[in-house]
């Protein structure tokens, strides 16, 4: 981002940790905001069940929904987030989102503190392929997440 603090963060802009299949944009982190938080930019397409229930242990994610609509599951209660809905999951109660509808969501999300750019980092580099759910869980411990039991309703 270099010096200046007025630059514009284009659409499609930051660094590409995309994970789980899961379009993710760093647009800033920490660093860029002096420890205040991260942001970042989550395309999640048509038909995608997202990340499974989770706990981060260290940060509060603040969801904007900005194109398309998403469902975010937050303490077992489902919510439908269109553009311009925000919902705050505060850290420690379980969440997950997903994309049930037949067009792209973008998220911005903002997450304090920051740090949450390095767990994408290091999911982003597990091998291709399916999910082997004990890396995933290891990555996740690592970075004080955690998986939660999923309810079905």
Not at 105 to 117: D, F, H, K, Q, Y
């Amino acid at each position: 981002m270099g010096e200046a603090h007025d630059d514009v963060l284009r659409p499609g802009d930051g660094e590409d940790v995309g994970a789980i299949g899961l379009g993710i944009l760093v647009k800033l982190t920490g660093a860029d905001t002096n420890g205040a938080y991260s942001l970042f930019e989550y395309v999640v397409p048509p038909g995608l069940g997202g990340p499974p229930t989770h706990v981060h242990s260290r940060e509060d994610e603040l969801f904007t929904c900005v194109a398309g609509k998403v469902v975010v599951e937050l303490a077992g209660v489902k919510h439908v987030l269109e553009p311009g809905s925000v919902l705050l999951m505060p850290r420690g109660v379980p969440h997950m989102f997903y994309n049930p509808f037949d067009e792209e969501t973008r998220v911005v999300a903002v997450v304090s503190p920051p740090g949450l750019e390095n767990y994408y980092r290091d999911l982003s580099q597990l091998p291709p392929g399916p999910r082997d759910m004990t890396k995933v869980a290891a990555v996740m411990r690592e970075h004080g997440l955690s998986l939660a039991p999923r309810d079905e309703a």
